[in-house]
């Protein structure tokens, strides 16, 4: 049971971003469903200036749906408990094995380090991450930020820093897209840490 992107049934996203809001912890404040929805659409954004046809849209954006889904299990390795969701319920959907797998290298790229494969890998690692080399960068960094002092209270503002430059500067955008317009706003925004 294949359909387009455009004809893609909204309720199954709907479904799944209210389970996301009902399952993921209010202290997650940059892994939530505003992050998912922005992954989505920048992972179809990107898919269309990387030339994908309507089968590789549908395939990024149920990726992009799931790449944080995880999350709703564990928080470590929340990847791979993502693929665990993928392949309990896409199949239900109608996805064929191949697609599920496809969909599960995508989510498994967006771990860090990335190491993304093809072409759909390295349009969801883009997407997952194309806030670093925009203008909004410094608010989406505060909501990691926020999220990640939950967890470590004693976070400090030079530590943090450190992180932040030390993450920009090991970070590589690998579609033509982040590679052009991304990165140099990326290198903009390591400058005013």
């Known amino acids: 049971m294949k359909t387009s992107v455009q004809n893609m049934d909204s309720e199954f996203f709907e479904m799944m971003y209210s389970r996301l809001n009902a399952g993921l912890p209010p202290y997650l404040t ?5 992050h ?13 200036t990387e030339g994908c046809n309507e089968e590789e849209l549908r395939l990024i954006s149920v990726a992009a749906l799931y790449h944080d889904a995880g ?4 928080r470590e390795n929340h990847e791979a408990h993502g693929c ?4 309990e319920e896409l199949p239900r959907e109608g996805f064929a094995p191949e697609e599920v797998e496809t969909i599960c290298g995508m989510i498994m790229a967006t771990k860090v380090v990335q190491n993304p494969q093809n072409k759909l890998e390295r349009i969801l690692v883009d997407a997952d991450l194309f ?3 925009t203008a ?10 926020k999220e990640l002092l939950y967890f470590n209270p004693s976070l400090e ?21 982040g590679q052009r317009y991304l990165h140099p706003v990326k290198m903009s925004n390591l400058k005013l840490i």
Do not use: C
């Open 30 to 34: 940059y892994h939530n469903v505003p």
């Open 131 to 133: 806030y670093l080399g």
């Open 157 to 177: 503002e030079e530590e943090w820093r450190k992180i932040q430059i030390d993450f920009l500067t090991a970070h590589q955008y690998f579609t033509e897209y």
């Open 36 to 48: 998912t929805q922005y992954v989505l659409e920048k992972a179809l954004y990107l898919g269309k």
């Open 84 to 87: 665990e969701l993928v392949r």
């Open 71 to 74: 999350f709703l299990i564990k």
């Open 136 to 145: 909004d960068y410094f608010y989406f960094s505060g909501l990691l930020k």
